[in-house]
């Protein structure tokens, strides 16, 4: 599959033209190693390293579109990879922070020389199970590695009405804040590296 197709198959599948748009602007290919490159726009996760991946186009466009992602919306990525989601997040929203954590140290100083210059997007090599209380709270959590369970300790960093969407197990979760209560969503039939 070429970018082309990769950009009809997400537009035959229905996501939002913001997200499709993220996608025609965000070069796959700079977030792969060299190996994997004829399989830059393939429909499907592709191996980082140290049992990380990249993962696959549909899944993230399906996760971007849960987030409804508006400009001046601060947001947090926990295991953020190579950076490929939050260079795809730039591109929705603007003028805001954007934090990603990554655990692999390797994977994050990678990441991090990549958007040397662009201050909208900081990313922390640490554990991302606790969140990033530090610079709490967040309009927008996406949580890129499975969990094991429904993050709602994480409702406590977020604004509210604000929104996180996790890989939960098999599934993908969408929590929104209303007040003291948690609206909670669920999609079957995904897979996830775990949350580690």
């Known amino acids: 599959m070429n970018k082309e197709q990769l950009l009809q198959h997400l537009i035959n599948s229905g996501f939002s033209e913001l997200v499709v748009n993220a996608f025609k602007n965000v070069m796959r290919e700079d977030f792969i190693s060299a190996m994997f490159l004829p ?3 393939d429909d499907y996760p592709l ?3 140290e049992g990380s991946t990249i993962s696959q186009p549909s899944t993230i ?3 971007l579109d849960l ?3 508006r400009d001046k919306q601060s947001f947090l990525e926990i295991g953020s990879g190579c950076g490929y989601v939050l260079a795809l997040v730039a591109e929705i929203i603007k003028d805001t922070k954007i934090y990603g954590l990554e655990i692999s140290r390797d994977i994050a100083e990678t990441s991090i020389k990549r958007f040397i210059d662009n201050p909208n997007i900081t990313i922390f090599s640490q554990d991302g199970k606790n969140g990033l209380i530090d610079n709490a709270p967040f309009d927008r959590i996406l949580i890129s590695a499975a969990c094991s369970q429904n993050p709602c300790h994480l409702l406590e960093q977020l604004n509210n009405n604000g929104i996180i969407v996790a890989a939960v197990q098999n599934s993908i979760v969408k929590i929104v804040k209303k007040g003291d209560k948690a609206v909670i969503e669920e999609h079957y039939g995904f897979r996830f590296v775990p949350l580690i």
Do not use: E, T
Request: hydrophobic residues 60%; charged residues 10%.
């Open 39 to 41: 399989n830059a726009y």
């Open 61 to 63: 466009a399906f996760m």
């Open 67 to 69: 987030l409804d992602l």
């Open 47 to 49: 191996p980082l390293g």
